[in-house]
């Protein structure tokens, strides 16, 4: 081995000493109380004041929401990953599933330990199981910090033939000096007996006095809440309580020289080995067990008075998952009897078993499926488990930009293909179409109905996604819309069938998303190849119930109408890309033209003349500019109606923004998109003949093009690629189709 890698793996030994020594990883009794001194809240925590604390100790954050600022914990956006690591595997939206979490977990603090089954129900693919995964993971990392460490403790027995006396415990006590034996190496003990619950040191106190202890210290650094149940009423395990009388009986009560035998070690959460997070499958397995272990090999090396005793180790996952979270993933395709145990385990926090009952210090987290919800709702048994249950709805997503995200995560960040502007998108908007439900008029104020009675599927889409009211709207109609989304978002969330309980999981759309990136016409991750792969599912009308539900009026649960819907919107996007990227129109050109026709309109109403600023002279208003923008409205010939009201509509908005510009996007947005569209159609044909000009430029190299053309195909091309993300492949197939159905020959 060469010199520079001995230097290497020296420092490398070093370094990992150093971290060892400075984590406190091993400490006799008497430094676990002085380290519990210095922060005695800290040191004295159950699981669910742990848990609590850990979400809290990543904070929160206030994300905007059609429907209203939203408090989102930063604990499942999984900060302590890497970037990419954490887009994968972070939980996307569900923040009233994350305030559930955090109410239960306050909810049990206040209480002083855990007391309810927290379940958290949805259906199939609704990211119960990562959620919970993000606070598993966020407690393996709390746990590496200082302000998460966690202790144990274990019995160690020292070997007799280095000390003075009888460890043997004869007749006599030995005279053993008063130091722990905590910090001797491995080669001079002869035992060391491991406590399978993780038993909190503090245990090896007096209860009477320990309740003192933790109450005078808590008060001393003005603790606002009392110690928990857990180390308040609770104790050693049985085979602790057996080791720790077998030791008074042996030092004749002596509990320093018991506390010699005691070394306290720091442990960490750990999925991957079962340390404090658990989860565990629908299986039959028993989840707590003990075995006898006094037969051991390893227990001849016990002290005599200790060999005697008959030790049950414990084994199982409640027991794995001391100290932290048990999760009990899909629960209720257990049968009953398999986790009835549960009901008492919730109110008492103690399993209980052949020889003794087991006090438990975890949070108990469980998730389960709509259809076996109602199934277990009709279960004699249902009604005992109720007052043990805290149920959390978990719905599918309801806005498409969140839904995409997951595949481009899932997806789109996996595969060996390209993936082409809007697929993901497509993809994600169908998704969601299956999940709504037509609005419910008859819940609604009386003037909030008419408008209700016109929301398509389609304009729900966008309401929930972006907070944006139908184009066809005026601006009175979108603004009572955008006021009742918040009760509108939760009109259903009473009802046995809510709104996101059924639908297109993520699951089997990223299994569409797979197929479509397969599709050897495309090469690449195509909305063409999104498309085709949609309609072959739903083709499977057999497999999935949403596709057996009767369409409705307003598009509701119509798969044909939606994929017909959204192909008409990606032709729609395809040609507003292609128009900005070819700057035959500048997208702030038609917000400008307006702003001088409503400034001319003011002056008209006022009967004002205007300040021109070329000439520096007083001009009566433009009629020639206003006429030919109300001819591009489609307003009719004498359109003074208009115009009043245009300028009565400016006043309302600044009556009630005093103090603000009038914004023309929101204030004038129907007329501003009828402009727009307008001067969009005005352009087509030059449009059409650019964008063949691309396709020649692409597919023949630009033959029977002279430099002009060339040159503005060209930059059609490059703009696509630098400004929306297009490859020359994805270009092409978008200018394709929209020679085929929208421009035609040129």
Known sequence: MSPSVLEELSALSGSVEAQYRAERRLLSFEEYLQLFEQDPVRHSRDASRYLRDAFEHYGTRWVERPWGRVQRWCLFDLPFLPSAEARREALVGQEEVQAGIVQALRSFAQEGRPHRV???????????????????????????????????????????????????????????????????????????LQLEVRDHPLFLLPEAWRREWLARHYERVGSTEPPSRWLLEGGPSHKCRQVLEALLGVYRGSLREVWRHVQVERYFISRRYRIGAVTLGPSLSVDAAERQVTLDRSLSALPPSLQSLSMFELHGELIDAAGGMIEYSDLLKRPVEHFKYLQLTAETGEVTLPSQSVQLNC???????????????????????????????????????????????????????PVAPHALELCAKFAVLTRLHPPRPERHPAELRPLLEQLTALDKLELYTHGEAPRRWDAEAAKLMRAALPALYAECDADVVYEGSLGASPREMTAVLVTAAQAPRYGRLSPLGVLEALEALCRRSSDYAWLGLEPLPGGYHDPSAFRAALREQLLDTYEEELLHASRLVDEDSYVELFGRYVSHVSHWVKGERWLDPVTGQYQP?????????????????????????????????AIEHPGLPVDPQQVFAAPLRRLKDAMVSEKRQALG??????????QDGGAGLDEERRALAQRLLAELQQRYGYDEGSAVEAATLLLRERFGAP
């Open 621 to 653: 208003p433009d009629e020639a500019l206003m006429q030919e923008i109300e001819a591009r409205l489609g307003l009719p010939d004498e359109p003074r109606q208009q115009r009043h009201e245009l300028i009565t509509r400016a006043a309302a908005w």
């Open 118 to 192: 927290v379940l958290l129900h949805g259906p199939n693919g609704s990211a119960k199981s990562t959620a919970l995964g993000c606070v598993q993971r966020a407690l393996e990392h709390y746990s590496s910090l200082d302000e998460g460490a966690l202790y144990r403790f274990h019995w160690v027995f020292p070997s007799t033939s280095q000390l003075r006396g009888a460890i043997g415990f004869g007749e006599e006590p030995p005279a053993l000096g008063g130091e722990s034996y905590a910090h001797l190496p491995e080669d001079r003990l002869d035992a060391r």
């Open 689 to 698: 003949r650019l964008t063949h000009d691309l396709l020649t430029l692409t």
């Open 363 to 417: 949070v108990l987290f469980a998730s389960a499926n709509e259809l076996h919800l109602a199934a277990f709702r009709e279960h004699p048994e249902f009604e005992s488990f109720r007052g043990r249950l805290s149920l959390l709805r978990a719905p599918y997503l309801r806005r498409w930009t969140e839904e995409a995200q997951i595949y481009a995560a899932q997806v789109g960040a996996r595969l060996s293909v």
